[in-house]
């Protein structure tokens, strides 16, 4: 069946330093989203690609889907605290009707 | 607007019990899926209910199970409770056109502690 991996499950940076999350799809996607989960809370909708080779911006975030939309990566530039949380990618294929796999996120720590 | 709403939020269960989950999409979302997280598993989708009819389905036994009225909100269910039932049960709804589901949006979800 459709996965989605995503790297790395952890990532310590510095206040200040960049940070990139990736993920992979065993299938063709449809679209991607991203979203956010803060400690304690829920996921928040972060964007939405569904073009080959998209490239958004939102403010320090970019986000990337890949040419044949199977990856995609999430690069934050210069993060802040307010930046920590998990971060994961969400994959909607068109195997099995339109079915959203999470892939199993990235965590973020962000030392001041 | 008012959010995705779950009830109740924290619920103590003993194994073999069953319990009931109950979701309020935001007003005007037809489409509703669950997720359950766990630490070690992340978000597993769990299935997605659309006018009243359950669309996608994931890998989860059937012990689990749901339902969908027609104001949209939903229920799931989850029959003779094993303690690896612990963990947070989110709920999310998205306004669809045609078979596009659009943007989620999440509940608070429900802590379900399995003793």
């Known amino acids: 069946g459709q996965q989605v991996m995503q790297i790395p499950q952890y990532q310590h940076v510095q206040e200040g330093e960049d940070f990139t999350t990736y993920c992979n799809s065993s299938?063709?996607?449809?679209?991607i989203q991203w979203y956010k989960q803060r400690p304690g809370g829920h996921p928040v909708f972060l964007i939405q690609?569904?073009?080959?080779?998209e490239v958004k911006k939102q403010k320090r975030l970019t986000f990337q889907f890949g040419e044949a939309k199977k990856n995609s990566s999430l690069h934050i530039t210069a993060t802040q605290t307010t930046d920590v949380g998990t971060y994961f990618c969400?994959?909607?294929?068109?195997?099995?009707?339109?079915?959203?796999?999470f892939g199993a996120g990235t965590r973020l720590f962000v030392k001041a | 607007k008012a959010g995705v709403t779950q009830t109740p939020r924290y619920l103590i269960k003993t194994r073999g019990q069953q319990v009931t989950l109950s979701c309020s999409p935001i007003?005007?979302?037809?489409?509703v899926s669950w997720y359950q997280q766990t630490p070690g598993q992340g978000l597993q989708f769990l299935f997605e209910?659309?006018?009243?009819?359950?669309?996608n389905k994931g890998n989860f036994p059937g012990r689990f199970s749901g339902r969908q009225f027609s104001n949209s909100r939903s229920e799931m269910n989850v029959s003779t409770l094993e303690l690896g039932d612990s963990a947070l049960y989110l709920c999310?709804?998205?306004?669809?056109?045609?078979?596009?589901?659009?943007?989620?949006?999440f509940g608070p979800g429900t802590r379900l502690t399995v003793t």
């Open positions: 999310a709804s998205s306004w669809t056109r045609d078979s596009l589901s659009y943007e989620q949006y």
């Open positions: 299938t063709t996607l449809s679209n």
């Open positions: 690609l569904v073009k080959s080779g």
């Open positions: 969400a994959g909607i294929g068109h195997t099995g009707g339109f079915k959203t796999i």
């Open positions: 007003s005007g979302h037809r489409s």
């Open positions: 209910y659309f006018s009243e009819t359950q669309r």
